[in-house]
């Protein structure tokens, strides 16, 4: 009997490559996107908890107008940023839920191409001992 041997296997194998690099872009995306949040909450958790000077120097409060205006327009750039990568992770997912499709298009094709073998088989058993009773029943 032959092994089964499904003819789009090397196909199949290049459509599961091609899932898990989409995996692994879309988690690089993920992590980048959770750390770009971490920095946007400490950036927003700075800007509010800044204390108003308690000296009644001009340059103290100055200062203090200065820091809260970069942290402003950090928090600004962050959030563009934040944007864009979440932009970037859809994308990344539509790429993934697509390869996975792909993927899963190619298993269901082996899937069924080894049941139809297995009832292939099956058949020709079923065959080679009809006859061999019949054969038996004739000597």
Request: hydrophobic share 35%; aromatic share 8%.
């Amino acid at each position: 009997m032959k092994k089964f041997k499904f003819r789009l296997e090397r196909i199949r194998q290049l459509k599961e490559a091609e899932k898990a690099e989409a995996m692994r872009a879309l988690k690089v995306v993920l992590a980048k996107r959770a750390e770009t949040e971490s920095r946007l909450n400490e950036l927003i958790q700075a800007w509010g908890e800044g204390d108003v000077p308690t000296t009644s120097k001009v340059e103290d409060f100055v200062l203090d107008a200065q820091y809260r205006a970069r942290l402003k327009a950090q928090v600004a750039k962050t959030r563009s940023d934040l944007e864009q990568i979440e932009a970037s992770v859809e994308q990344h997912q539509a790429s993934y839920r697509e390869a996975h499709r792909s993927a899963q298009v190619f298993d269901n094709l082996k899937t069924k191409a080894k049941e139809q073998y297995e009832e292939m088989i099956k058949q020709e058993e079923a065959k080679f001992l009809d006859e061999l009773s019949i054969q038996r029943h004739y000597d």
